[in-house]
């Protein structure tokens, strides 16, 4: 096996295949953890208590939050770098681990007053602990850019898989043996320590310091943009959260979790799979001279082809999904769970968008973008909250995304000079095949009233909808990838 440093050979054929296969091996590692990580979720649901789950989601805001400072955006600046990448390796070796073990260490100095400041002073051990995994991450970071960078993502299959599978072994014998959230903290931490020595041993890499101003300034350019908005994505996916703990209480943070994760099933199996190889596509689309509007309408449209119907249908069948899966308990997790399902699908578009605005160097509007985002949710949220309770909360985040969300990131586009007539086209179908699930829903629920066979029915309507939809535009995508730009 080869150290993954080298290029695959840059043509039009390659990328188009690499790009197949690098979706083809993302598909399946996204969609094997997503059906563990549900299984799982479901046991953990019915033996922990919602306040346990609040606690252990204050944990996870805090290392998400830190995850997003400690690698100071160079695994992007290594995907995006034009050229051999190994005279770059020694300086973000240096900036990921030096910058993971600092944010580490102020977690472990600061743990008290962040846990306190999300209205759980309580769980600051579980931050502590769980904030290993910002360490973990700061020596993932670079082979993992290798494999994103050259599109192999049957190596990171394996490391995930790994991990997943000690994480959810563990989780799940700590919390049936009586761990609670330590359950989850520790089974998370095992996991992520398993995939960061995979990552090392199948890219053949080892941490080689060194600082070249050169590329600190590059890591600076790309890889800063990259910092804030991930800091700005995180405070909108998790403020929420933080609202709903210092206004409603730990109990009701643990039904927005469930909702919220809940949410993220449909979007989150396509979205995680064309992460991995979206910023990596549109660069190399780039570099090849094909033409970037097209490519990019492709890719948006094959994506929100799955959320779109995916998350319509979620919002309709939340009463029932929650009640059957969950139990009665959750109950009150199924009115926000249908908000969060309609703003999941503006977020998805979002990533996709923040990827192609890096690609046509556009940072500073991509940043620009999600702080309007957010300065409309916040206030927008804490109002909902305040009139609605639970209910306000899951509704305001969808409202926010829809009305402001999308319409700003459209026009963050047009300053990147996107074309974004184009990429709309893209979004044709998707809409009319939404306007179906719905509309077939709708019809469904009239005629049967038993939850169950609505679940199922609703679920075989929305992946009929979905499959033939990729089937009659599998080829769209290539095609793009071979269309040169006009000069």
Not at 291 to 307: C, F
Request: charged share 10%.
């Amino acid at each position: 096996m080869s150290e993954v440093v080298e290029d695959p050979p840059d043509t039009d054929r390659a990328l188009s295949g690499q790009v197949k296969l690098g979706l083809r091996f993302s598909l399946i590692n996204t969609v094997f953890s997503r059906l563990a990580t549900f299984a799982v979720g479901v046991l953990l649901a019915r033996l922990l208590v919602p306040e346990q789950f609040g606690l252990y989601t204050t944990a996870l805001v805090v290392q998400t939050l830190l995850l997003t400072f400690n690698d100071f955006g160079t695994a992007t600046a290594l995907v995006r770098h034009k050229g051999d990448v190994r005279p770059m390796l020694p300086t973000v070796w240096t900036i990921s681990v030096g910058g993971a073990t600092i944010v580490y260490l102020l977690c472990l100095l600061t743990a008290p007053f962040l846990a306190s400041g999300l209205g759980s002073p309580q769980a600051a051990d579980l931050v502590r602990v769980l904030s290993l995994n910002v360490l973990l991450d700061g020596f993932a970071a670079v082979p993992g850019a290798l494999l994103t960078r050259n599109l192999r993502q049957a190596r990171r299959l394996i490391a995930d898989v790994a991990g997943l599978v000690v994480n959810l072994a563990l989780t799940a014998t700590l919390a049936v043996t009586g761990f609670g959230a330590w359950a989850l903290v520790i089974g998370h931490v095992s996991g992520t320590a398993v995939v960061t020595v995979l990552l090392l041993i199948v890219t053949k890499q080892l941490p080689r310091f060194g600082i070249s101003r050169r590329h600190v300034n590059e890591v600076a350019k790309y890889g800063g943009a990259v910092v804030v908005s991930s800091v700005v994505m995180v405070l909108l996916q998790y403020a929420p959260q933080t609202i709903t703990g210092r206004m409603l209480g730990a109990t009701a943070l643990g039904f927005f979790y469930l909702a919220s994760n809940v949410s993220s099933w449909p979007a989150s199996v396509i979205t995680t799979t064309v992460e991995r190889v979206g910023l990596a596509t549109f660069s190399r689309a780039r570099d090849a001279g094909v033409d970037l509007d097209r490519a990019a309408s492709a890719v948006i449209g094959m994506v929100a082809m799955a959320v779109l119907p995916g998350g319509a249908a979620l919002a309709l069948l939340a009463p029932q999904i929650v009640d059957l899966v969950y139990g009665d308990k959750w109950a009150p997790a199924a009115p926000v769970l249908a908000g969060l399902a309609v703003a999941t699908v503006a977020r998805v578009l979002a990533d996709l968008v923040f990827n192609l605005m890096i690609t046509a160097g556009s940072a500073l509007s991509s940043v620009l973008v999600q702080v309007v985002w957010l300065v409309a949710l916040v206030p927008t949220a804490i109002f909902a909250t305040a009139q609605w309770g639970l209910v306000g909360m899951g509704w305001a985040v969808a409202a926010v995304a829809c009305v402001v969300a999308l319409p700003v990131h459209a026009w963050g586009l047009w300053r990147a000079g996107v074309h974004v007539p184009a990429l709309l086209r893209g979004l044709a179908v998707p809409l009319l095949a939404t306007a179906a699930v719905v509309a077939a829903m709708l019809a469904t629920e009239l005629v049967l009233h038993h939850s169950l066979l609505y679940l199922i029915a609703g679920l075989l309507i929305t992946g009929t909808v979905v499959a033939a939809g990729w089937f009659l535009g599998r080829d769209r995508l290539a095609t793009a990838l071979d269309a040169r730009a006009e000069a």
